[in-house]
């Protein structure tokens, strides 16, 4: 089946630790997103990818990175940096045009002990 | 910057009824893409529904269909013939015309349907 695949459910970060969130597609999309979901904000732009070993910030980048290596896979790491990480994480995907539509990976929920 | 703004927290409906959630835009741009997701208690966000700014005429897909009031900035959603099913938080989003750049979402409407 095609579609957008977020590993893991649910993680666990301890204090000053990074963690990786994965986010895999076989849909053959070109761009890739990374949003964070909190109560009652909305979605959130962190970092989106139009093209491999290509990645823009987005509104609040601070404290996360990402990669994209293959066109399939754009993890997200989330470092010691970002000092509120608990949220909901979706990654999204989309083809190479005007007005592509994004479609939404399962998430991950990560929380902090 | 565009912003997009959901002035209804949450909503509720009687199964079978028509209910309409309201969202307005901002922007400067002229040509652009709108559309609204519906999150369910899974939090799988789902695409419901997209509307080209350049179309005159309004998007419909089954039991929903929106009100596009370019001029006015405001794309609402009307939900007819509401289902338990529908029962799930909305989020309107803004597209710019150019490929593949980010939504901007709306802080979402809470929707639930009333047996």
């Known amino acids: 089946d095609g579609g957008i695949t977020q590993s893991p459910k649910y993680l666990f970060r301890k204090e000053g630790q990074n963690v990786t969130l994965s986010c895999e597609q076989n849909l053959n999309h070109d761009a890739m997103y990374w949003y964070r979901q909190d109560p009652g904000q909305g979605l959130r732009l962190i970092y989106y990818?139009?093209?491999?070993?290509?990645?823009q910030k987005g509104d609040i980048a601070e404290g996360y990175s990402v990669s994209r290596e293959k066109k399939e896979s754009f993890p997200l790491t989330v470092t010691s940096a970002q000092k509120n990480p608990t949220a909901f994480y979706l990654c999204a995907s989309s083809i190479q045009l005007a007005g592509g539509t994004q479609y939404f990976g399962p998430g991950t929920r990560l929380l902090v002990l | 910057a565009q912003t997009v703004t959901q002035s209804q927290p949450e909503m509720s409906v009687q199964e079978a009824e028509t209910v309409t959630l309201s969202c307005t835009y901002d922007t400067s741009e002229n040509n652009y893409y709108l559309f609204w997701y519906k999150q369910p208690p899974s939090r799988q966000m789902i695409l419901v529904i997209r509307q080209e700014a350049y179309k005159q005429q309004n998007a419909t897909e089954n039991r929903f269909s929106v009100n596009f009031q370019k001029a006015a900035k405001s794309f609402s959603l009307k939900i007819s013939d509401s289902q338990l099913g529908d029962t799930a938080m909305y989020f309107c989003?803004?597209?710019?015309?150019?490929?593949?750049?980010?939504?901007?979402f709306g802080k979402g409407t809470r929707l639930s349907v009333i047996a």
């Open positions: 989003a803004f597209m710019k015309l150019l490929g593949n750049t980010p939504l901007v």
């Open positions: 990818s139009q093209i491999v070993n290509d990645f």
